[in-house]
């Protein structure tokens, strides 16, 4: 797997491939980087596979917002997304006490991530499609993300919740 720095400037799509399956890629140009599914359709947990390993997308609470990310298999999540009331704004809590912050766009049109010293690192921009379907920019590059590459994939599950929540 190539560190995520490697993609820097490059237009990394998120897509639906299916409009009837909850199924959804994660593709360079000419590669797959990560494929994310839900085991059932009324799942809540989201299955990553890729980035040589395999993940599982959690919510512990179902009365709370939290997401949390685990090893598939493991029990104990090692890293969790919260989000504001609003949900205009989220933080990544990574292991090693390192965050990432998430500002959710205008009319929840994208996203962006940032380090902790407010560094753009990772944008999310919205394509019009029937599909889910986003575009993704590495802006700068970051030893957290080549570290954590499912942070990806953590963010792009927020994403499709809101959609959903939205529509």
């Known amino acids: ?3 995520l ?3 820097i400037g490059e237009d990394l799509i998120l897509s639906q491939p299916s409009f009837f399956k909850r199924e959804y890629e994660f593709r360079s140009s000419n590669e797959l980087l990560a494929r ?7 799942s809540l947990t989201a299955v990553v596979e890729g980035f040589e390993e395999k993940y599982e997308i959690i919510r512990p609470s179902i009365w709370k917002t ?4 685990r090893k598939f298999g493991y029990d104990m999540s090692f890293a969790s997304l919260t989000t504001n009331f609003f ?3 989220g933080l990544i809590d990574l292991q090693n006490g390192k965050k990432l912050n ?3 766009g205008v009319f929840k049109k994208s996203c ?9 690192l ?5 394509k019009f499609s029937i599909k889910e379907k986003n575009v993704l920019i590495i802006e700068k590059s970051s030893p957290l993300i080549d570290e954590n590459p499912w942070v990806v994939m953590l963010v792009w599950y927020q994403v499709i919740q809101r959609n959903r929540r939205q529509n």
Not at 66 to 69: E, F, H, K, S
Not at 122 to 126: H, K, M, S, V, Y
Request: aromatic share 22%; net charge neutral; proline share 3%.
């Open 1 to 3: 797997m190539n560190a």
């Open 5 to 7: 720095s490697k993609y």
């Open 36 to 42: 994310m599914y839900f085991p059932s359709f009324f």
């Open 66 to 69: 939290d997401l949390a990310i």
């Open 87 to 89: 949900r205009s704004k």
């Open 102 to 104: 998430l500002k959710f």
């Open 112 to 120: 962006q991530v940032f380090s902790e010293m407010d560094e753009l």
């Open 122 to 126: 990772i944008t999310f921009q919205n």
